[in-house]
């Protein structure tokens, strides 16, 4: 439960010239500067309560016909003293105009000596559940064939969003998201330019476009002490911007509540180009 939460919520829910701390510039002001294609490595620190819980390696390759994301999460800080996790992901998929339409979805992960894993793939739109450790909670919601059909996973809903800021400067839509047991309903937002303050968590700071979301519980709610938490709506916010030349927008700050923790957040450390982008189903 702990770690479909933590990371679930998240992805909602990613160096500078010379490694000296800059202004960050806006999407808006950079979107028509940057092209269809980007490949780009990224890191992010978690934070809640003020303490560091989490690290996440990100990938993303853009290709004007489809992309590829790759998420490697660990819990950190004293915090992974109590829960200890760490999680590999990765989404593939491709463009159909403005949509991201995803073709596979592989999480594998270990938390607290158990073993989770996830397994998607997807055939006309629609997700088949390949592997799922451990088995659904009976008390579980089962999500039926219908209420998942044209949802995507939260990568391929990350590339989506980093997609149309990309190319457009804004993060407005509506998305459902389904990760083997839960079915929840991602709407975004843009508010407009904000100042992202100087913090010592990021060398990253300065003007940024602000994306608010909201994320929903609608199926697969499972009948517990939590049940009334879960189904209230979680929001959140993300601050994208143009971190390096030549790289995509990209989140260099996000907010967002969680179940237990309160407000949660998550900043971005470190930013690497790469010099070409994978092809769908090549190893990392």
């Not at 990765?90 to 073709?103: F, I, K, L, N, S």
């Not at 998201?177 to 407009?192: E, F, K, N, S, W």
Request: with cysteine; hydrophobic share 40%.
């Amino acid at each position: 439960m702990f770690k479909l939460t933590f990371i679930g919520l998240a992805t909602a829910a990613m160096p500078l010239v010379a490694a000296l701390p800059a202004a960050a510039q806006t999407a808006a002001q950079t979107s028509a500067q940057t092209s269809a294609q980007a490949t780009v490595d990224a890191d992010y620190a978690f934070y809640t309560a003020g303490l560091k819980t989490g690290a996440l390696g990100t990938s993303l390759d853009l290709r004007p016909d489809g992309y590829r994301v790759k998420f490697d999460f660990h819990t950190a800080g004293l915090f992974s003293a109590f829960v200890h996790g760490q999680s590999e992901t990765v989404a593939e998929g491709r463009w159909d105009g403005a949509d991201a339409v995803p073709e596979r979805y592989d999480s594998l992960g270990l938390w607290s000596g158990e073993k989770w894993q996830t397994l998607i793939s997807y055939a006309d739109q629609e997700p088949f559940v390949r592997a799922l450790t451990p088995p659904r909670e009976p008390d579980r919601d089962p999500v039926t064939p219908e209420e998942a059909r044209q949802s995507i996973d939260s990568l391929s809903a990350m590339a989506l969003l980093v997609h149309r800021v990309q190319q457009s400067g804004r993060c407005d839509g509506v998305a459902r998201l389904y990760d083997g047991r839960r079915l929840m309903r991602l709407t975004a937002h843009t508010v407009g330019t904000e100042l992202v303050p100087q913090s010592s968590r990021s060398p990253y700071f300065g003007k940024a476009e602000r994306c608010d979301f909201e994320g929903l519980l609608i199926g697969g709610i499972e009948h517990d002490k939590e049940e009334g938490s879960t189904r209230r709506a979680k929001h959140g916010s993300a601050w994208f911007a143009v971190a390096a030349p030549g790289m995509p927008p990209l989140p260099i700050r996000m907010d967002f509540e969680t179940i237990w923790f309160g407000t949660a957040s998550m900043y971005l450390t470190n930013i690497r180009p790469r010099k070409a982008a994978l092809a769908a189903g090549a190893a990392p």
